[in-house]
């Protein structure tokens, strides 16, 4: 299938409305990138039953020939969480490694695209020998690693056995006896200089960890042929590190190497046997830490002397408050994931409660509260995760909250600003008390508006909630006005908004993109996007269960294939 | 022995084995493991040739190193080593407060306001104003930096942008660079995502942390000049267990597409340039009088009030930096002191830099008031190296830093009337204490040509389309 493929065959059936065709021509690539136009769509509108009132039943998957794969590198949190669970006991896993890059808000889709700087190999190595050190160091690490007992300083056989078991681990596959035979002669021939067989253990942990088999993943399928069948251990790889963010196990490794994770329902089974495991929070904060880009969080700049409740440690909280939320939504409540718009529900710590001005579960850590309607404040955008983040130092940002509720919500593309422009906003005086009063150059002047029309009246709905997320009523004396529209809906305030994106028709379908593109590391190309859709339905389907996406993003053709090696 | 001899036969040394550190190795105890300790290849990984790095024109940077010390010109100051660096910071500068005032040399001009903290080291100095970055203007902040540091635009959008070539700073590296234990140090004050890339896609990260920096280059391994003593055996177990990486990664890359093949290229690159760090490390090191081992930083500088120790964290890897160079462990820097679009609160000021760029009504004293502060804190750097004596001169004398930021006047997102600075002569090839003024939005792709000529990289010419030139800034070559 082309990209200029109409949207009917991209979703199996006609689209039923006018309007939705439009949507869909926008996504298929016929869309304006310049601002003045309506905002382009980059994933395909909501399919479900609102606008016929009759859920539809879900096609055939759509075939896809999907993108050429890519070698995709551990990001900084893979790399901690597999040696993790890699060895046993407690373990400091340096955190000063070659830092991850975002591209297109995702650093696992940057993960496929950066390699690795002079200094990231030396950082690498350090931190091999650090991690290798302890092992060894450490009764519980080293009984839990050693399988035998070494006959001497430079027993290869030993060295052999416990190197082969280790590498089979961290590069997920099975190791050929060339590359054990190198490691144990490296561990032999230090051991041998050393007089100690563990000495020489170190440097064959440490070149473990260093490989590249280690360090990237590769998942290129087998054959020739524009669809090539990830192999079975490769998926095993894709499928833990999507819902685990770490290394498959002894269970799903061994499964994969027998072959039989090929067959759909034995896929289907590890896939759930993941979720149920602890390990599958880890994985899943993991995935909203990278799209709402909470890893910026601690250690955020606010000045506190404009907010007064700034203090170091708050961005830390509301990042670990908006993990909380997604966390119990989807294995707590396996609940509507719209409803992450709406809820009532807050997890917060006496920081949080503070600003938010609720009492306080428990004095220590997170407890669950209620924020009452009259705080204004609910959902994932009236935590404080969101209006730190898309603020300034020391003010608020109409555009910066506007563009993520587009780009990151929405799955909406807003250009750059121009170059070249004059972006100063005035002080704030007697007139324009208010930021709604300061942004009407970037509404009144039409070359700023073309753009900012898209962002500012969204943006400006939150301005009841300052730079750190704190309530506000007014500004420099002056009443804020919250109310604008997004796209034709009005709303009063961030209370009501919320209920305009939970019933946004592009909210379901930019989540199962987030999704999709987290899972196989790219963005996708025009098939993708009609699988996107198809995924979409059964999101819908379902009730929106997150849970239930994952399982069926696995599943799917996209994941399960990969396009001609380039 | 002259100092030139003495630099000669060290590194020659490594040509050569047995290397004359060989004496001082522990016995090899099993013939396997001599290999471990055997001498380091020498350049191997260096690439003759970087294609398409200089717009699609092929460059060789085959010179072998020594013509830095010995060429043609050669002089009693030349023999010291040849350095080069990148000093970079976000956000522009208040053009009509940073132009000096006059023009030409010597007495024909004064330092301007955001200027006058280099009075010291004016005599060191080459300050250009009104030229132009000539690529698109397409991504505020990113194609300034881009058009200047690898003279080609930058490709993409504020989200997702990435360069098209490398950064001058590791052109030159690969020119100068291959002697040193650290090819180049790359340091960004508050951010590790510092503009110095290898190539599109591949950031050198810059180290944040004053006492890591520190830790890293004088710390356990390093030996100062004179100070002999055993070789570290693990220097051998190390180089060991990367020769099993380096087969790893040959045994993948040849199952790999083209564009994989090239990312693991450039992780092989690291993986070569880390052994042969350690096989220099097995050798004696550098002697430069002036070299000793600094002071340590401080263990962490917190941030207080929420702000960021500017000065404080710039003054530590400014003296770890200046040591680094003066005791020849890398003879290549890019230093950041703040990333393109920063929003670093500086002390006193009402609001993040890049915020204030836009918010403040002109002419924007609270920005100018951070101009000041950073050129500060380069001043700071500048008069350090310049205490450093090597020879006749100093150790600026013997360096070259282009010290720039990504746009003229921030408030527009303008590339022109960039503020441009280039300290030190480069061992007497640039022309110091001089403002040269264009008027005519000339390509500031001439002051990079006439650098990389200076660091002794042959090539025809600089740039691509608009950005492209086959001469240099006449005004500051000698």
Redesign the interface.
């Known amino acids: 299938m082309s990209a200029s493929a109409p949207l009917r065959s991209a979703l199996g059936r006609p689209a039923p409305s006018a309007r939705r065709a439009l949507r869909g021509a926008l996504v298929l690539g016929l869309g304006l990138s310049a601002c003045g136009d309506p905002p382009k769509d980059a994933a395909p509108a909501d399919d479900g039953e609102e606008e016929t009132g009759e859920p539809v039943e879900r096609g055939p998957a759509p075939e896809v020939t999907p993108g050429?794969?890519?070698?995709r590198r551990l990001t900084q949190s893979q790399y901690e969480n597999a040696l993790r669970d890699m060895f046993a006991g407690e373990l400091y896993v340096p955190t000063?490694l070659?830092?991850d890059?975002?591209?297109?808000?995702l650093l696992s889709v940057g993960a496929s695209?950066?390699?690795?700087?002079?200094?990231?190999?030396?950082l690498y190595?350090a931190a091999a020998?650090t991690v290798a050190e302890q092992v060894l160091a450490s009764p519980e690490a080293k009984a839990a690693l050693l399988s035998c007992t070494p006959t001497g300083p430079d027993d290869s056989t030993c060295a052999a056995e416990v190197l082969g078991a280790l590498a089979r681990r961290a590069w997920r596959r099975p190791v050929s006896a060339a590359?054990v035979g190198?490691?144990a002669?490296?561990v032999a021939?230090?051991g041998?200089?050393?007089g100690s067989f563990d000495a020489g253990m170190v440097?064959?942990v440490?070149?473990v960890l260093?490989?590249?088999?280690f360090l990237?993943r590769?998942e290129?399928g087998e054959g020739t042929g524009a669809v090539r069948p990830v192999t079975s251990v490769e998926l095993a790889s894709r499928l833990s590190f999507l819902l685990w963010n770490s290394i498959p196990d002894e269970e799903l490794l061994a499964v994969a190497e027998s072959g039989a994770l090929l067959d759909e329902a034995v896929l289907e089974e590890q896939a759930r046997r993941l979720l149920a495991h602890d390990n599958a929070r880890r994985g899943l904060r993991n995935l909203f830490d990278e799209v709402f880009h909470l890893y910026n969080l601690p250690?955020i700049?606010?000045?506190?002397?404009v907010f007064l409740n700034?203090d170091?440690e708050l961005g830390a909280s509301a990042r670990e408050e908006t993990l909380l939320g997604v966390e119990a939504m989807v294995f707590d409540d396996d609940g509507d994931f719209r409803d992450l718009l709406t809820t009532e529900r807050a997890f917060v710590d006496r920081r949080l409660a503070a600003l938010y001005g609720v009492a306080a579960a428990t004095p220590e850590g997170f407890g669950e509260v209620y924020l009452p309607a009259e705080l204004g404040r609910r959902g994932l955008l009236g935590q404080a995760s969101f209006l730190m983040l898309q603020s300034?130092?020391?003010?608020s940002s109409a555009t910066k909250r506007g563009v993520f509720v587009r780009?990151t919500l929405l799955c909406q593309e807003i250009?750059?600003?121009?170059?070249?422009?004059?972006?100063?906003?005035?002080?704030a005086d007697a007139t324009s008390p208010t930021l709604r009063e300061r942004l009407q150059t970037h509404l009144s002047d039409p070359y700023c508006a073309s753009c900012h029309q898209l962002t500012d009246p969204i943006g400006l709905g939150f301005e009841n909630f300052d730079g750190i997320g704190k309530w506000r009523l007014t500004e420099n004396g002056a009443t804020i006005d919250a109310s604008g529209d997004l796209d034709g809906v009005a709303f009063a305030n961030a209370w009501q908004m919320a209920e305009v994106l939970h019933d946004s028709p592009l909210l379901g379908p930019c989540f199962t993109r987030h999704v999709y593109r987290y899972g196989v590391g790219r963005v996708e190309n025009g098939d993708e996007l009609a699988l996107i859709g198809w995924l979409n339905e059964g999101f819908a389907g379902t009730g929106y269960s997150f849970r239930e996406l994952l399982v069926d993003t696995v599943l799917s053709p996209g994941f399960r294939n990969v396009g001609e090696?380039? | 022995m002259s100092t030139s001899n003495r630099w000669i036969e060290r590194f020659s040394s490594l040509f050569a084995p047995p290397a004359r550190g060989a004496l001082r190795r522990p016995v090899?105890?099993?013939p396997?493991?001599g290999r471990?300790l055997a001498p380091p290849p020498l350049s191997a990984s260096r690439r003759g040739v970087l294609r398409g790095a200089l717009g699609g024109a092929a460059v060789t940077v085959g010179l072998p190193w020594l013509e830095l010390f010995v060429g043609p010109t050669a002089r009693a100051e030349t023999t010291f080593p040849v350095r080069f660096g990148v000093w970079n910071w976000g956000n522009g500068v208040r053009p009509e407060q940073w132009r000096p005032v006059g023009e030409g040399s010597g007495l024909s001009w004064t330092l301007s306001e955001e200027l006058a903290p280099l009075i010291n080291v004016k005599e060191k100095l080459a300050v250009v104003t009104g030229m132009a970055v000539k690529v698109p203007?397409?991504?505020?902040h990113w194609?300034g930096a881009g058009g200047l540091l690898t003279g080609l635009d930058a490709l993409g959008?504020?989200?997702?942008w990435t360069v098209q070539g490398p950064t001058i700073d590791h052109i030159v590296a690969d020119q100068i660079g291959g002697a040193t234990i650290y090819?180049?140090i790359?340091i960004g004050l508050d951010t590790?995502?510092i503009f110095s890339f290898?190539g599109p896609?591949?950031?050198?990260?810059g180290?944040t942390?004053p006492f890591?920096l520190y830790e890293?280059i004088f710390g356990a391994t390093f030996r100062e000049p004179g100070e002999g003593g055993i070789v570290d055996?693990r220097l051998g177990?190390?180089r060991?267990?990367?020769d099993?990486?380096m087969?790893?990664?040959h045994a993948?890359q040849r199952?790999?597409?083209?564009?994989?093949r090239?990312?693991?290229e450039?992780?092989l690159?690291?993986?070569r340039?880390?052994e042969q760090r350690l096989a220099r490390l097995q050798e004696d090191p550098p002697d430069l009088e002036a070299c000793t081992r600094p002071v340590a930083p401080e263990v962490s500088y917190p941030?207080i009030?929420?702000?960021?120790q500017i000065s404080a964290r710039a003054q530590a890897m400014h003296e770890v930096l200046a040591m680094a160079l003066a005791c020849d462990q890398t003879r290549v820097f890019n230093f950041m002191l703040s990333r393109p679009v920063a929003?670093?609160?500086f002390p006193g000021s009402?609001?993040?830099h890049h915020?204030l760029t836009?918010?403040?009504?002109?002419p924007q004293p609270e920005v100018h008031e951070i101009t000041v502060q950073i050129i500060t804190e380069l001043a700071y750097f500048l008069e350090r190296l310049d205490s450093i004596p090597e020879g006749d001169g100093t150790l600026l004398d013997h360096a070259a830093i282009l010290c720039c930021s990504e746009h003229g006047e921030a408030?527009?997102?303008?590339?022109t009337d960039m503020p441009i600075v280039v300290a030190g002569s480069a061992g007497g090839r640039l022309v110091n204490d001089v403002h040269y003024r264009s008027y005519t939005d000339e390509n500031v792709g001439k002051v990079v040509l006439s650098l990389l000529r200076a660091m002794g990289v042959s090539t025809p010419s600089w740039g691509d389309g608009d950005t492209f030139t086959e001469d240099g800034l006449s005004a500051i070559e000698v």
């Not at chain 1, 890059?101 to 808000?105: R, T, Y």
Request: charge should be negative; glycine fraction near 6%; hydrophobic fraction near 35%.
């Open positions: 050429a794969p890519a070698l000063n070659e830092p890059n975002d591209v297109e808000g695209t950066t390699s690795v700087s002079a200094y990231g190999v030396e190595e020998l590359e190198r490691l002669e490296l021939q230090i041998a200089a050393e440097y064959g440490a070149a260093q490989s590249p088999h990237y590769r290129h250690g700049n606010k000045d506190p002397l700034a170091p300034h130092a020391t003010s780009r250009p750059a600003p121009p170059a070249d422009v004059d972006t100063s906003i005035p002080e090696l380039q | 090899a105890p099993s396997a493991l471990m203007n397409y991504i505020p194609s959008d504020d989200e997702d090819k180049s790359e590790n995502e290898t896609n591949a950031r050198a990260p180290e942390d890591t890293r055996p177990y190390r060991s267990a990367l099993a990486v087969q790893d990664v993948l199952e790999l597409g083209a564009a994989d090239v990312r693991l450039a992780h690159d690291g993986v340039a880390l941030d009030d929420g702000r960021v929003n670093l609160m009402p609001d993040g915020n836009h918010d403040e009504p002109s408030r527009t997102h303008a590339i």
